[in-house]
């Protein structure tokens, strides 16, 4: 039986490094993934721990979180802690040591196994799409590196941007121009359809009904999502329809799930009737103005203002987003 072992922080886990795993995985019978990391680093190691064995359920995947020494020049005692180190994570005789640099070669003279340099960067192919994926590179722009990204790390950067404000203050257009130039998915608004196929006053099961689908419609869109997700709206817009229609703001639409900044739209559009609007007066559009920011506010959520007409509106909020 042949026994693998490497190591790495995998901060965060990216295409080089599956490529190195899984070709390593194929030359043995058992390989061992050792996650590192420090309690300061700039992505949990619980959570990349957590990914790693999602993404290797055939490899037996550790995690080791103290503070111990990094380079060999940190210390005198390097080489026996992390000896001791990879003895605890690989009790077993190490028949291949995987590495994808040449930190690898001394790596296995310390802790035993035969090195095994998989993957470009040891030939220095730096400029490869994948043996060049760097995990600092990754960090400083996800966006740029998304196709190679395996889905949990596209989760953790995915932002969803969510157009909240009172009626006929320009969402739905404003999320359309949006998504026309940065390429972002749009979740639409299912309130809208609710209403538009029922046609009947809303009671409290309608609005709950019509958060939970709203929380729904965007869990389901963040699977084919890029690094931006826009929605129409979500249950904190719906929990500022409950206290507008019936002076109640549910617990459970307070709750759901949050986005990651909210573009609170100003009253300052004219008000059109679509058919499905409620509020045609001034005294009413301002009182639902100041619930859906006050929401907003009570929530927690960051948010940016976005006030003006056309491009003045779009320009406002495309530099909310820093897109």
Same mark, same amino acid.
């Given at each position: 039986?042949?026994?693998?072992?490497?190591?790495?922080?995998?901060?965060?886990?990216?295409?080089?490094?599956?490529?190195?795993?899984?070709?390593?995985?194929?030359?043995?019978?058992?390989?061992?993934?050792?996650?590192?990391?420090?309690?300061?680093?700039?992505?949990?190691?619980?959570?990349?721990?957590?990914?790693?064995?999602?993404?290797?359920?055939?490899?037996?995947?550790?995690?080791?979180?103290?503070?111990?020494?990094?380079?060999?020049?940190?210390?005198?005692?390097?080489?026996?802690?992390?000896?001791?180190?990879?003895?605890?994570?690989?009790?077993?005789?190490?028949?291949?040591?995987?590495?994808?640099?040449?930190?690898?070669?001394?790596?296995?003279?310390?802790?035993?196994?035969?090195?095994?340099?998989?993957?470009?960067?040891? +030939?220095?192919?730096? !400029? =490869?799409?994948?043996?060049?994926? %760097?995990?600092? *590179?990754? $960090?400083?722009?996800? @966006? #740029?590196?998304?196709?190679?990204?395996?889905?949990?790390?596209?989760?953790?950067?995915?932002?969803?941007?969510?157009?909240?404000?009172?009626?006929?203050?320009?969402?739905?257009?404003?999320?359309?121009?949006?998504?026309?130039?940065?390429?972002?998915?749009?979740?639409?608004?299912?309130?809208?359809?609710?209403?538009?196929?029922?046609?009947?006053?809303?009671?409290?099961?309608?609005?709950?009904?019509?958060?939970?689908?709203?929380?729904?419609?965007?869990?389901?869109?963040?699977?084919?999502?890029?690094?931006?997700?826009?929605?129409?709206?979500?249950?904190?817009?719906?929990?500022?329809?409950?206290?507008?229609?019936?002076?109640?703001?549910?617990?459970?639409?307070?709750?759901?799930?949050?986005?990651?900044?909210?573009?609170?739209?100003?009253?300052? +559009?004219?008000?059109? !009737? =679509?058919?499905?609007?409620?509020? %045609?007066?001034? *005294?009413? $559009?301002?009182?639902? @103005? #100041?619930?859906?920011?006050?929401?907003?506010?009570?929530?927690?959520?960051?948010?940016?203002?976005?006030?003006?007409?056309?491009?003045?509106?779009?320009?406002?909020?495309?530099?909310?987003?820093?897109?």
């Amino acid at each position: 039986m042949k026994r693998g072992f490497l190591l790495g922080k995998f901060m965060p886990p990216h295409a080089g490094h599956l490529a190195l795993i899984r070709a390593a995985r194929a030359l043995v019978d058992e390989l061992t993934v050792l996650v590192c990391w420090l309690p300061d680093d700039p992505v949990a190691g619980e959570t990349r721990l957590q990914w790693m064995r999602n993404l290797c359920p055939d490899c037996r995947v550790v995690g080791h979180g103290a503070v111990v020494p990094q380079a060999p020049g940190d210390s005198a005692d390097f080489w026996p802690v992390w000896r001791d180190i990879v003895a605890a994570a690989h009790p077993e005789p190490i028949d291949y040591l995987f590495a994808g640099e040449a930190y690898g070669a001394e790596l296995a003279r310390q802790v035993g196994g035969f090195f095994v340099p998989l993957g470009g960067r040891v +030939l220095g192919l730096t !400029d =490869d799409p994948v043996a060049g994926l %760097s995990s600092s *590179a990754v $960090r400083a722009d996800p @966006a #740029a590196h998304w196709p190679w990204l395996p889905r949990p790390v596209r989760a953790h950067y995915r932002r969803t941007i969510c157009l909240h404000g009172a009626e006929s203050t320009g969402k739905t257009t404003l999320a359309a121009a949006l998504a026309q130039e940065t390429g972002a998915l749009t979740v639409g608004e299912y309130g809208r359809s609710h209403c538009e196929a029922h046609r009947a006053p809303l009671a409290l099961d309608d609005l709950l009904l019509i958060g939970r689908a709203q929380t729904a419609m965007i869990a389901a869109a963040g699977e084919w999502a890029g690094p931006l997700l826009l929605a129409d709206t979500d249950a904190l817009m719906t929990a500022a329809w409950c206290e507008m229609l019936l002076g109640t703001r549910p617990a459970e639409l307070m709750q759901a799930p949050k986005a990651d900044l909210y573009l609170l739209l100003q009253p300052d +559009l004219p008000w059109v !009737d =679509d058919g499905t609007r409620f509020f %045609s007066q001034a *005294a009413d $559009r301002h009182r639902f @103005a #100041a619930i859906v920011e006050q929401v907003l506010v009570d929530a927690g959520v960051p948010l940016v203002r976005i006030a003006g007409q056309g491009p003045e509106r779009l320009a406002a909020a495309r530099a909310a987003m820093g897109v």
